[in-house]
């Protein structure tokens, strides 16, 4: 294996105005290849100003991403892709959580817009790459594929948002945070020696696009409020709420049932039923899953033959665990060595070979230790 | 390096720079009254003479303002209050679609905050204001129009509105008229006496002067209604302690603009004609935009919209060839929005993406037509494989 070509590439620098994609754009220019800047517009109606440590979609972040840009010294652009943000990842958000599933956004806008949109039109006008401020690693094999590898250092890995992109997307990706072992604290020092003003700016978290932090108030405006049951295994009614897509499997918090279970433990949410608008409750045990199915692969390479073991993430901070998986009739069933617990329909699960990203499949079915009746 | 964006701002002429930098060694407020004060106030005294000989207008019609937005800003609102303050009944503002923002957004500002009723009058393919509309629209009811505002010549597609007829029109029904001259100035015959104007707006950095520096010219017979209060310079219209500098650099600029005006605009024409000839030949399904008759533009605006194409990606690939132009349209964030003057003008949507202004200006050379020249084809080729996104 080794590091990815160093002969000088046109590269397109995606800039969201924080410290980590400036700090990617300035490496590949220090790195000799000839960067551009570009900022995508997500949001047709961007706030002035960011508040607190969300969202990537104000003006003030886009101004960030410009000053960046001056101070590395490259050529800056907005690009307006809210119409396809909107199609491609806001309306498949709303839709997922109310067909009762819990999607990943992110790696939605990582397929469809960062390596989708924005790199089509790129390599239409004539760059060969695109770079973001993700931590993961591309390197070449022997036979001079491309392959996805977790961070140098795992504690800020990021590869599983990167799981989506099939090998002609990674030939023109470029990580350049990826390959060093950089705390977050030496990024920021690194921002600062650079002249850069976002050292300081705080991470964002969450989901960009709901500014103020509150999915199930952004999810209530789009869905309306639908009163329904919450049950508990035996079907048995013990409370009410306002709309079953404000719910999560494995959540825990804010069931609001006036009275504790029988046994005096804490209840879950087991499963949620769109079709009946209900919420099923019941033990942490009723949680664990041994097995699931997913739909829609993608594969960073060739699609594994035969059943094979691996490690798996299922969601963006979540560790690593052992499966057996094979794709049968279309679909890739995946057991696990050791029950797991939190895993929801519409979530991403992961596959890895060591470090190496094998490939990425949406959450269909799930089957658990005890079978949920309601 | 190709800089065709002149009609976003003109180098400065070396006369304006000595100017300028002559008067930043000097102390004095032009409202001061010792012997600093009184030097720095026949500077600005002269300057405003000259200005108002290079403008058509007499001295004291030459408030000096920050520039165009200024102007503008203090033509619009404060002749709608001044008016509206003598005749509650004189609500209405009468406007053109296509204005620059400085006057569409103040009008538009004073409709939700003021009480304007504001119409913006119907304009031709080529963005051109007919005096008969304007006249059908002030005859319904004269005595409830505060002002009205058209602009000289378009900042996007170049073209020229028949201003002293407008100007007739609204002093038939006594109603004042503003016009945006900023893109007029240094490239047309602008007489501020000869239009029949109450107020028109100039600026500096378009004719070769500073940034920061503009005039509203003003009828004497009219008092709008300060948007800055204070000192009370400038007639009262306009406080602040005048940019003696500036002023200066802005005069003398305006002086050399107005000479110069005639040979100018007949060289700038002619290259601007080999240009839209160039873009013809190597694009040739480009549409111009504005008035094809050059006697109805602007003599250094040439305007394309380019089918199947993003502005934005041409601007991005032209200007990674040292050709330095724009979109021509107005910018939120740096997100480029189909023009308000193309669509207003009837384009269809899609096509008033595609769009770039070419503006040139006193330092373009042939080399610059010919860089462009070369260049528009193959970027334009490849803007339609990255397509609309």
Partial sequence: MTQTSQRPLRVLAAMSGGVDSAVAAARAAEAGHDVTGVHLALSANPQSFRTGA?????????????????????????????????????????????????????????????????????????????????????????????????????????????????????????????????????????????????????????????????????????????????????????????????????????????????????????????????????????????????????????????????????????????????????????????????????????????????????????????AVTA | MAYLDHAATTPMLPEAIEAMTAQLAVTGNASSLHAAGRRARRTVEEARESLAEAFGA????????????????????????????????????????????????????????????????????????????????????????????????????????????LAAVAREFDVPMHSDAVQAAGQLPVSFADSGLAAMTVSGHKIGGPYGIGALLLGRDHSPVPVLHGGGQERQVRSGTLDVPAVAAFAVAARLAGERRSEFAAAVGALRDELVQAIRDAVPDAVLGGDPDPAGRLPANAHFSFPGCEGDSLLLLLDAQGIECSTGSACTAGIAQPSHVLLATGSDPDLARGTLRFSLGHTTTRADVEALAKAIGPAVERARTAGLS
């Avoid at chain 2, 509650?88 to 004073?110: C, K």
Wanted: glycine residues 10%; negative net charge.
């Fill in chain 1, 54 to 370: 969300r969202g990537c979609c104000t003006i003030e972040d886009s101004r960030d991403a410009r000053r960046a840009a001056d101070v590395i010294g490259i050529p800056f652009y907005v690009w307006d892709l809210a119409e396809r943000f909107r199609e491609d990842v806001v309306d498949d958000f709303v839709a997922e959580y109310e067909a009762g599933r819990t999607p990943n956004p992110c790696l939605r806008c990582n397929e469809k817009i960062k390596f989708a949109a924005l790199l089509d039109k790129a390599l239409a006008l004539g760059f060969d790459a695109v770079c973001t401020g993700h931590y993961a690693t591309v390197v070449a094999a022997e036979d001079g594929s491309r392959e996805l590898h977790r961070a140098s250092d795992m504690a800020k890995d990021q590869s599983y948002v990167l799981g989506v992109l099939d090998e002609k997307q990674l030939a023109h990706a470029m990580f350049p945070l990826g390959d060093t072992l950089t705390t977050k604290d030496e990024i920021r020092a690194e921002a600062e020696r650079r002249g850069l003003a976002v050292a300081k700016k705080p991470d964002s978290h969450d989901i960009c696009f709901i500014a103020d932090g509150d999915t199930q108030g952004f999810l209530a405006q789009r869905l309306g409020r639908a009163e329904g049951d919450i049950v508990d295994e035996s079907g048995a009614r013990l409370g009410t709420h306002e709309g079953a897509y404000g719910f999560t499997i494995g959540q825990r918090k804010g069931l609001r049932i006036g009275h504790p279970a029988p046994d005096g433990k804490p209840r879950y949410v087991l499963d949620i039923s769109p079709v009946s608008n209900t919420v099923t409750v019941g033990p942490a045990e009723a949680l664990d899953v041994t097995a699931l199915t997913a739909i829609k692969p993608r594969w960073c390479g060739a699609a594994p033959t035969g059943p094979g073991a691996y490690t798996a993430q299922l969601r963006a901070h979540g560790g690593e665990t052992e499966v057996t998986a094979e794709m049968a009739d279309g679909e890739l069933k995946v057991s696990f060595a050791t029950p797991v617990r939190g895993v929801a329909p519409g979530q991403a699960i992961v596959l890895y070979d060591g470090t190496r990203v094998v490939g990425s499949a949406t959450i269909a079915t799930t089957v658990r230790r005890t």
């Fill in chain 2, 58 to 165: 007499r001295p004291s019609e030459v408030v000096f303002t920050s520039g165009g937005t200024e102007s503008d800003n203090l033509a619009v609102k404060g002749l709608y209050w001044a008016r509206r303050d003598a005749d509650p009944r004189r609500t209405r503002v009468l406007t053109t679609p296509v204005e620059h923002h400085a006057v569409l957004d103040a009008v538009h500002w004073l409709g939700e905050h003021e009480g304007a009723a504001v119409e913006y009058l119907p304009v031709n393919g080529y963005g051109r204001l007919h005096p008969d509309v304007l006249r059908d629209a002030l005859a319904q009811d004269p005595d409830t129009v505060a002002l009205v505002t058209a602009m000289w010549a378009n900042n996007e597609i170049g073209t020229i509105s028949p201003v002293a007829e």
